[in-house]
């Protein structure tokens, strides 16, 4: 099993429609949670943390559930621009000596259509 | 302006040939990190370091090589024992790393390998 794990996709949807994206985790211990979006060719670019608590920044909503071990990212309202590659990211411990890396799941791939 | 810079931005090696791609950032950051990503897959993890003058494997480490001597550089070599090196490398930073806490990773625009 994967340690980070996404929907492909293509999530295909119409302007204005809400979509929604899982990303499931299977180490209990990871502690920090993040969406990036990556556009075609183009770096990954922090989208969101995710708080235990949940948090909103505009049409973004992300979630943690960690009793199921997975975060969600909430799109409201979605423009043309939206359009792009979310991935996931959790943060994994590294063997015994306490360092912390990033793993990232595969992504999931949002087209907005008009 | 701060950030990460990566050079060159296309690269093209013939087989056999060991080549060094650039990673620098001004954001005054302690950890940066060396990620390479294929076509349609996640980011998988080469090297990372914590501070200066250490560095250690991540999950792919075979084949490549880097050095930090500095705070502000990291530079990744692929070698020739990279048997497929083809794929868009990818060079992040973040404050540290310490404690339960972990900072969010600011990535470069990345570099383009071509193995010809």
């Known amino acids: 099993r994967k340690e980070v794990e996404q929907d492909p996709g293509p999530f295909n949807v119409p302007e204005g429609a809400t979509v929604a994206f899982n990303c499931t985790y299977s180490?209990?211990?990871?502690?920090?949670f993040f969406w990036y979006r990556q556009d075609c060719r183009k770096e990954p670019k922090l989208l969101m943390s995710?708080?235990?608590s949940g948090n909103e920044d505009g049409r973004f909503t992300a979630q943690l559930n960690r009793a199921s071990q997975y975060i969600s990212l909430l799109i409201r309202d979605s423009k043309l621009s939206d359009s792009a590659t979310y991935l996931c990211?959790?943060?994994?411990?590294?063997?015994?000596?306490?360092?912390?890396?990033?793993?990232f799941g595969s992504g999931t791939r949002l087209q907005v259509q008009p | 302006d701060g950030g990460i810079t990566q050079s060159p931005k296309y690269l093209f090696r013939k087989e056999g040939q060991n080549v060094t791609l650039s990673c620098e950032q001004n954001l005054n950051h302690d950890a940066m990190y060396w990620y390479r990503q294929d076509p349609g897959q996640g980011l998988r993890l080469i090297y990372y370091s914590q501070i200066v003058n250490d560095f250690q494997k991540g999950d792919i480490a075979e084949g490549y090589s880097v050095s930090r001597e500095k705070k502000e550089s990291f530079p990744l070599t692929v070698t020739s024992a990279q048997k497929n090196p083809t794929a868009f490398y990818l060079c992040?930073?973040?404050?540290?790393?310490?404690?339960?806490?972990?900072?969010?990773?600011?990535f470069g625009p990345g570099t383009r390998l071509t193995v010809l």
């Open positions: 995710v708080y235990s």
């Open positions: 990211a959790v943060n994994i411990r590294l063997g015994n000596t306490g360092r912390r890396a990033l793993t």
């Open positions: 180490n209990s211990a990871s502690q920090s």
């Open positions: 992040a930073s973040s404050i540290g790393t310490s404690g339960s806490s972990y900072n969010e990773q600011f």
